[in-house]
């Protein structure tokens, strides 16, 4: 189980983090993949932009491989007892742990005048979307390690309470360690909504692809050989280990180690890998996104899967916690 907010394009750390991994887990596993709309209300409270960015989230997971014939793709806002399990799980959560998240630090100084409940209980929701279906692995990126953590905790209290409802959830990813794509700058991870001149989206255009990647920051090469690489260089090289082959990795890290590397020419490389990546993707997106009624007929479809799976679930939760009078 897995989901991804709809607040913006998605971009290759979107892709690498996570929905490589659903595209792959949909041959080995039940799965339950989600357009996380309650969550982007957290930090997004206008709704004007919502329908086109839970549509466009959609396309670019299908363009992406995700078959909604083989997992439930759904819309959280369309399976009604996640409000009901975030209820109960908030009267386990404690405001102590909840303040020290750092995803929720983080918001709050980005942006202090919306501190709103709901961002503080962002990882309580979250727990209730994973356990709402019982789900054991959890595709996502580095970036949602210490959430993963607080749903163990969470899962593990009620089970501690209640009675045994839950697996505990875990982060997953195919490689064993999570991802995270860092930004072109090498100054942080790429994001949907921060940093877009060092973020590759999904939707880039070929020409905007290869001029971010040529922006990226270098220097006149290292003096000696076989120095450490600089932050920023060791990024352009893990950013290659996601698109380039083998074959031209290698080439540039022995002209890295020799001292005879050319930036432009390896970013020139990166550029044009980076395109024949996305490319295919994108030009899928179009298509997609013009045919809402067969996106309304995929939501549809994930609802069902996906409230048979919490209706399930919720019995059992309400029967373990003694809430049945009748
Ligand atoms: P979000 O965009 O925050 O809704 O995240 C959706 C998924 O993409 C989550 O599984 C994140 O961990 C993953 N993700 C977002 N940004 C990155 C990144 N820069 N590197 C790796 N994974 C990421």
């Known amino acids: 189980m897995s989901g991804i907010r709809p607040t913006g394009f998605l971009h290759l750390g979107n892709y690498f983090g996570a929905i490589r991994n659903y595209v792959k887990m949909q041959e080995d596993f039940d799965c339950f993949f989600m357009v996380a709309d309650l969550h982007s209300l957290t930090t997004h409270p206008d709704t004007k932009e919502l329908k086109a960015n839970v549509h466009r989230v959609l396309a670019e997971n299908i363009a992406c491989g995700l ?36 995803t929720f630090k983080d918001k709050v100084r980005q942006n202090p005048e919306n501190v709103n409940a709901g961002l503080l209980t962002y990882p309580v929701l979250q727990t209730a ?25 969470f899962a593990n209290r009620f089970n501690h309470r209640y009675g045994d409802v839950f697996p505990e959830p875990v982060a997953f990813n195919y490689n064993q360690t999570l991802v995270k794509v860092p930004s072109l700058d090498g100054l942080g991870k790429m994001s949907k909504s921060e940093n877009q001149m060092a973020t590759l989206y999904l939707a880039d255009t070929d020409d905007m692809i290869r001029k971010k990647v040529m922006k990226a920051k270098t220097d006149s090469g290292p003096a ?7 932050d920023y260089i060791e990024n352009i090289f893990l950013l290659m280990n996601l698109v380039c082959t083998a074959d031209t990795i290698q080439k540039y ?11 432009g020419d390896l970013k020139k490389q990166l550029a044009e890998d980076m395109v024949n990546f996305i490319a295919p993707i994108r030009n899928q997106v179009d298509a997609i996104l013009n045919d809402e009624e067969g996106l309304k007929q995929i939501m549809q479809k994930g609802a069902e899967k996906a409230n048979k799976s919490a209706g399930e679930t919720m019995k059992l939760v309400r029967e373990t916690m003694g809430l049945n009078y009748f």
Request: proline share 5%.
């Open 67 to 102: 078959d909604p014939d083989k997992v439930a793709f759904y819309c959280q806002s369309h399976v009604r007892e996640t409000a009901e399990l975030y209820l109960y799980l908030n009267m386990m959560a404690y405001k102590g742990e909840l303040e020290k998240t750092t």
């Open 129 to 153: 979307d994973i356990i709402l279906h019982r789900a054991k692995y959890v595709p996502v990126g580095k970036d949602q390690e210490q959430h993963l953590e607080m749903a163990r905790t």
């Open 224 to 230: 000696e050989k076989n120095t450490p690489k600089p």
């Open 253 to 263: 890290e022995e002209d890295y180690n020799n001292c005879t590397i050319r930036y």
